[in-house]
């Protein structure tokens, strides 16, 4: 094989003809933007600048036009601001006649001796029936790159891009109506450094520059979102839709004035030359623009059905889910309340149903928590949430068991705790979603790589095991975020669980077919005897086989993590807490159905070994029958790693998931480790075994947070004045280590804690 010529690298496209027409293709002018250029010829361009010209020419609108052709050749150079040009990017587009040659000029001078004028400069266009780079010198023609033939029968249309770099010369090759790739060749020369650029014409008939671009070196980009996929994303007005018809755009979204429509990168310059006010929306392909199922359903209202709602028309973003759950608490009001328990980064509520029924109170029962969507992307772990909370108000009456679960418990269903990463997935980019929507990078904007990992942010060990479980890394998947509980999102769960003390929980995930049993992080030592890994056998086996025909395994761990809920839970409060992986990360929708109803009896196997115990459900007060928070233990079950676990602030109540049936000893302590009341109790396998605990010596301060360490910041505020934790939109900020109130200022910063409840300071 010959050396390659050093002034010389050629790179042929297979495509011997200019298409004329519209034409469905993918490629296009990679990474160029119209937005991004200077005109100087073209529709944007009211009249052209001044030019150096040689031949007969005229500007009718939005185009420079030769009209009387001279065989001799003839050019338009432009007198613009950025030229003469040495470095940088000029794009032009042509109309000729096939048996001419013309060209996008540059680095171009004209020199005039006498009356003559004579042509410097490089030429990239058809010469002689080929693609060419050359270099004209006068009446001296150099070709200094060929690539293939293009013939066309009568005009042709041509779109030239050239990049110039020190003496380098790169230019493609493109059909002028289609964005069809043609061609690209590569030059080096260094006889003609810098010059104009313009049109070049040889040839018999007349010719038409219908748009000319520049771009010199080093000139900033703006900041706009990169294109990270095949498709783009178009907003236009609806009005004008009709003059895209011949460039195969597809609407995938409108409204009453504005439509979005879907296209390639070559149809994307092909929209935005046709319509200069039409605008890139989307960086990428959300899951809104590939779902019909999604779009159809989020264009309706919530659907009735005899018994409910229709829940399993689509994927749910956060719009839907609220309104869902509103029809729910509305339609079954004696069963359901819907309860706000926060605010995301972005504002969006994160919303519980509570569900209850029968005639005690729905605080005198124990409390259970269904939760999913921490990864917003996880739109299979939304959909087994809300099928919780769906089947729970729908059965209420009807079935039995479910009759007997409201009655002696009250559920806390959160099926989407990560709305900001959820819209994102569906609305914006399918490569975000999974962290929340802080914009980590401080750019102003929501990109895909932003976010904090909700499920790394949780208090218990979080960091401990360095960039192994989690990231530093603000662009990493895993990016447990700046602090412990950094996030309002992780906050408005902490809340909720501070103030309910939840006996059970699971947590919703996908794809790895599995229940993970706290604890997760390798080095954190279990409870013994650990009552958890028999809970999730039975979850697993009220489950039954998954979609992939396999049962849900339990396991302690997939791999090393850190700062997750269900861990935080455990230690937190003493929760029986798991996290249930379902097998498919968001299949179509026969699979999604099929792999909820399986899941379904994960909560269910849950619910039932919660009430069937064995187990405690008690209260700890004083001689004069206050509410009494403080740690209790069980003396047969070892915690290993500080666990203290208490009552709850405002009703002193506690409860328990036991290992086996037979007798506990349940102790009250005090902070210096003294026992201030004890009981011997025998428990059965018959349901939760109640416990009355009463202090006779004086109590202890009564405290809503029992490890400040693991604590929401509004429990820690509210144990400072003697309170109790409060679920529900968050009161407090914690700026250099003290309280400040909602929308305080102090000395570093203005309380807004649905945004920075920790104020983020260098202290």
Not at 48 to 64: R, Y
Not at 136 to 148: F, H, K, Y
Not at 162 to 176: C, E, I, K, R, T
Request: glycine share 10%; with cysteine.
């Amino acid at each position: 094989m010959k050396p390659v010529l050093p002034w010389l690298w050629l790179v042929l496209a297979a495509a011997p003809a200019l298409a004329k027409g519209p034409e469905a293709v993918e490629s296009g002018v990679p990474a160029l933007d119209p937005r991004d250029e200077t005109a100087v010829v073209g529709k944007a361009v009211a009249k052209p600048t001044a030019a150096e010209t040689a031949g007969n020419w005229s500007a009718p609108p939005g185009q420079v036009v030769l009209d009387k052709p001279d065989k001799a050749g003839a050019w338009w150079l432009a007198g613009h601001a950025d030229g003469p040009l040495q470095d940088g990017f000029v794009r032009g587009r042509i109309a000729f006649d096939g048996k001419d040659a013309a060209g996008l000029a540059v680095r171009s001078k004209v020199e005039r001796i006498d009356k003559l004028s004579f042509f410097h400069g490089y030429v990239a266009g058809p010469h002689k029936g080929r693609l060419e780079i050359r270099r004209v010198q006068g009446g001296a023609s150099t070709t200094l790159a060929a690539g293939p033939n293009v013939a066309c029968k009568g005009t042709c249309s041509l779109e030239v891009a050239v990049w110039m770099v020190g003496p380098h010369l790169s230019a493609q090759f493109f059909d002028g109506e289609t964005l069809k790739p043609l061609g690209s060749l590569v030059a080096s020369d260094a006889a003609l450094p810098a010059g104009l650029f313009g049109v070049r014409h040889q040839g018999g008939q007349p010719m038409a520059c219908r748009g000319l671009w520049v771009r010199k070196a080093n000139t900033p980009l703006p900041a706009r979102a990169g294109a990270l996929g095949r498709m783009r994303y178009l907003a236009v007005p609806v009005g004008q839709l009709a003059a895209l018809d011949d460039l195969g755009a597809k609407v995938v979204s409108r409204s009453d004035s504005e439509a979005v429509v879907q296209t390639g990168v070559a149809g994307k310059e092909a929209v935005l030359r046709r319509l200069p006010e039409a605008r890139e929306v989307f960086a990428d392909e959300p899951l809104a623009f590939r779902d019909a199922n999604f779009r159809a359903a989020a264009a309706k209202p919530v659907v009735p059905t005899p018994t409910g709602f229709v829940r399993d028309a689509s994927y749910k973003d956060p719009a839907m889910t609220e309104a869902l759950l509103r029809a729910y608490a509305q339609r079954f009001s004696k069963v359901a309340q819907l309860v706000e328990i926060g605010r995301s980064g972005q504002g969006r509520p994160i919303l519980a149903l509570k569900l209850h029924h029968g005639s005690q109170p729905e605080d005198a029962v124990p409390q259970v928590l269904l939760n999913g969507a921490h990864h917003g992307v996880e739109l299979a772990a939304l959909e087994f949430a809300l099928d919780g909370c769906g089947y729970l108000a729908e059965n209420a009456d009807a079935d039995p068991e479910v009759r007997q679960w409201l009655e002696r418990l009250t559920v806390w269903c959160v099926p989407l705790v990560n709305p900001d990463g959820n819209h994102l997935y569906i609305h914006v980019s399918k490569h975000g979603g999974r962290k929340n929507g802080r914009d980590t990078d401080g750019n102003g904007r929501t990109d895909p790589t932003d976010g904090v990992d909700l499920n790394r942010n949780y208090p218990y060990r979080w960091h401990s095991l360095g960039e192994v479980a989690s990231h530093s890394d603000p662009r990493r998947a895993w990016y447990r975020g700046p602090r412990a509980g950094s996030e309002p999102e992780t906050q408005a769960m902490l809340r909720l669980a501070d103030d309910q003390r939840f006996i059970a929980s699971v947590s919703f995930h996908t794809q790895a077919n599995a229940i993970l049993v706290p604890y997760t992080i390798p080095q954190a030592p279990d409870p013994e005897p650990n009552e958890a890994w028999s809970i999730a056998e039975a979850m697993a086996r009220r489950a039954g086989p998954q979609v992939n025909g396999r049962p849900l395994a339990v396991k302690r761990r997939l791999y090393p993590v850190d700062g997750v809920d269900q861990d935080w839970h455990r230690a937190a409060h003493g929760t029986s807490a798991f996290l249930v992986e379902g097998t498919l990360t968001n299949p179509g929708q026969d699979k999604l159905r099929k792999m909820v109803l399986a899941t379904r009896g994960t909560w269910m196997g849950m619910l039932e070994r919660t009430l069937a115990g064995p187990g405690l459900w008690g209260r700890v007060r004083d001689r004069q029958g206050r509410p009494v928070a403080a740690e209790v233990r069980v003396r047969q079950v070892a915690t290993k790693d500080g666990e203290r676990w208490t009552s709850r602030c405002q009703d002193g109540r506690f409860g328990r998931m036991l290992p086996a049936a037979g007798p506990f000893d349940v102790e009250v302590v005090g902070a210096d480790g003294a026992v201030l009341a004890e009981q011997k109790v025998e428990v059965g396998d018959g349901g939760l075994t109640p416990v009355e605990l009463t202090i006779t010596a004086a109590p202890p301060p009564v405290s809503s947070c029992s490890r400040a360490d693991l604590c929401a910041i509004d429990s820690l505020c509210a144990a400072e004045a003697g309170g109790c934790a409060v679920a529900g939109p968050a009161r407090f900020c914690r700026i250099d280590g003290r309280c400040v109130a909602r929308g305080v200022q102090s000395p570093a910063g203005r309380c807004d804690p649905d945004r920075d409840p920790w104020t983020w300071t260098a202290g």
